[in-house]
């Protein structure tokens, strides 16, 4: 019940803002997945389960080598891009110089576009981008195409999805949409690139920071990988499964009020927050106790043997 409490907690914070931070979470290998688990099953992607984010001689992606990467989301050539995303460092060396990670609120600014350029957001809203990962040298190739504009809209025109990694868009659409697209598209990468309200942070052992994936961009700052060693593990949640999650959670722990969509949100810039209830610890705590109890038992029944027999 209190693991639940604290889990809770974690989950409404990230309803909120968008992104949250848990320090002095346990260091073992597989960490993420255990906590992960604790909201829904793992988002499996082409990298797997859980990944890790480690600098590699021949990387398969920049994000597995020393480069910095520009604010993006991930996964964005899958139908159903990731909601969630986990990244726990388990390992980051003074030695290693850079590598701080960036973040910033999609949403608030897909919004302040709309407001002083429509005709640039409208434009982002209809011209398609493509987005594909294509790779054949691995043990299960991909070659994996999403095509869609920038911005989703409802019915009634409200922003509903936002699909944007400047590193893996293409253009394939009519001629006479090119030069109004790539002038939008200018627009709106500027906004994103020179934004005021990119959080960044140097990530300790032991930070697991959570955020969702379709509402907060993330980037990185090149490192240097010859000393030290920078080491995050990975995994994502789908989006519906955490917002069910933390509609029962509402229901059974809260005040049943509903889970308002998730990747709507934008009424305020993603706020990192750091949560000191620590839901793995919880469970540490657990079963330190029961032994402690137990040793405490068996030392009192050996304690009451030993006075009975001596005073014999
Ligand atoms: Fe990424």
Redesign the pocket.
Known sequence: MGADLGLYEWMCHLAERGICLIKNVPLEDQTVARITERIAPIQHTIYGEVFD?ISQPQPINA?YSPVS?AL???QVMYENAPGL?LLHCIRFDPDVVGGENTFADVFELAHELREERPDYFNTLARVPVTMSTVHYSRDYPVHMTCERPIFGLDGRGELMTINYHPMMAEINTLEEDIEAFFEAYKYFYRMVHSCESVYSIRMESGDLISFN?RRVL???AAFSSQKGMRWLQGAYVELSEFQSRLQVFHNTLGDGRPVTRLVVIAAATAVVVVVVVIIVVVEVVVVVVVVVVVVVVVVVIVVVVVVVAVEK
Do not use: P, S, T
């Open positions: 984010v994000a990467l993006h989301m991930d995303q994936n993330h980037g990185r």
